[in-house]
């Protein structure tokens, strides 16, 4: 896919907040750090559209990016950081729990991992939520420039077995390296086509 023109909308905090209209969204979720905002960037082309941070806790609200006006990446907070806040961490999964649970634009949920580790129990908690909302989803596990190339389909595979995958997609990826971003291009665009 040839991005031309991705704008940054609006940084939701409600729902009223969301955007207008019945345009796809195509949603990431993760723990905090994982690299969901850099994922927006390096999909997009752009070096920051969205902010990112070495400091996990970074994106603390909704934040809709609008691709040429076909469909947003939604950048949801991330979950799992443990030095926020306890009244933070209720606050940031209370909006990714409202978004998910009444967002009727939602076309695709992309699940980042980290390629290195284990899904964490909260990966776990959020793959099982995704599991029972029925929505189509795939699994992007980030960070494969930290890793032999050699490795990258042995992790791949042993979190697809930790998982339990068999028919749902998952597949490396490098926001900081922008590789592997086709095969992901190729999952986002057969979801957006109903294929
Ligand atoms: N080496 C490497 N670093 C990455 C990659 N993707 C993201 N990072 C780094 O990981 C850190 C966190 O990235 P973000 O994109 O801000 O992570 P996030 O998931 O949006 O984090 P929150 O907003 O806190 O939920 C930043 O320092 C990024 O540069 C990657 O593929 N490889
Ligand atoms: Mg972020």
Do not use: C
């Given at each position: 896919?040839?991005?031309?023109n991705?704008?940054?909308?609006?940084?939701?905090v409600?729902?009223?907040?969301?955007?207008?209209?019945?345009?796809k969204?195509?949603?990431?979720?993760?723990?905090?750090?994982?690299?969901?905002?850099?994922?927006?960037?390096?999909?997009l082309g752009?070096?920051?559209?969205a902010?990112?941070?070495?400091?996990?806790?970074k994106?603390r609200?909704?934040?809709?990016?609008n691709?040429?006006?076909?469909?947003?990446?939604?950048?949801?907070?991330?979950?799992?950081?443990s030095?926020?806040?306890?009244?933070?961490k209720v606050?940031?999964?209370?909006?990714?729990e409202?978004?998910l649970?009444?967002r009727?634009?939602i076309?695709?949920?992309?699940?980042i991992?980290?390629?290195r580790h284990?899904p964490?129990?909260d990966?776990?908690f959020?793959?099982?939520y995704?599991?029972r909302t029925?929505l189509?989803?795939?699994?992007?596990?980030?960070k494969a420039?930290?890793?032999?190339?050699?490795?990258?389909?042995?992790?791949?595979?042993?979190?697809?077995?930790?998982?339990?995958?068999?028919?749902?997609?998952?597949?490396?990826?490098s926001?900081?390296r922008?590789?592997?971003t086709?095969?992901?291009w190729?999952?986002?665009?057969?979801?957006l086509?109903?294929e």
């Amino acid at each position: 896919m040839i991005v031309k023109n991705p704008k940054f909308e609006i940084s939701a905090v409600s729902k009223k907040q969301y955007p207008k209209g019945d345009k796809k969204e195509v949603v990431l979720v993760g723990k905090s750090n994982v690299g969901k905002s850099s994922f927006v960037n390096t999909m997009l082309g752009r070096k920051s559209l969205a902010r990112t941070s070495n400091t996990p806790g970074k994106t603390r609200q909704i934040n809709f990016y609008n691709v040429d006006d076909l469909f947003y990446f939604v950048d949801l907070p991330g979950y799992g950081f443990s030095k926020m806040s306890k009244e933070e961490k209720v606050v940031s999964g209370r909006y990714i729990e409202e978004y998910l649970e009444t967002r009727q634009n939602i076309s695709l949920i992309v699940l980042i991992l980290d390629i290195r580790h284990k899904p964490t129990e909260d990966d776990m908690f959020m793959y099982d939520y995704i599991l029972r909302t029925n929505l189509p989803f795939i699994v992007v596990t980030n960070k494969a420039d930290k890793i032999a190339i050699t490795k990258v389909d042995d992790e791949v595979n042993r979190i697809k077995e930790i998982l339990g995958i068999s028919y749902t997609p998952i597949m490396p990826f490098s926001a900081e390296r922008k590789i592997y971003t086709e095969r992901v291009w190729e999952e986002i665009e057969k979801n957006l086509n109903n294929e």
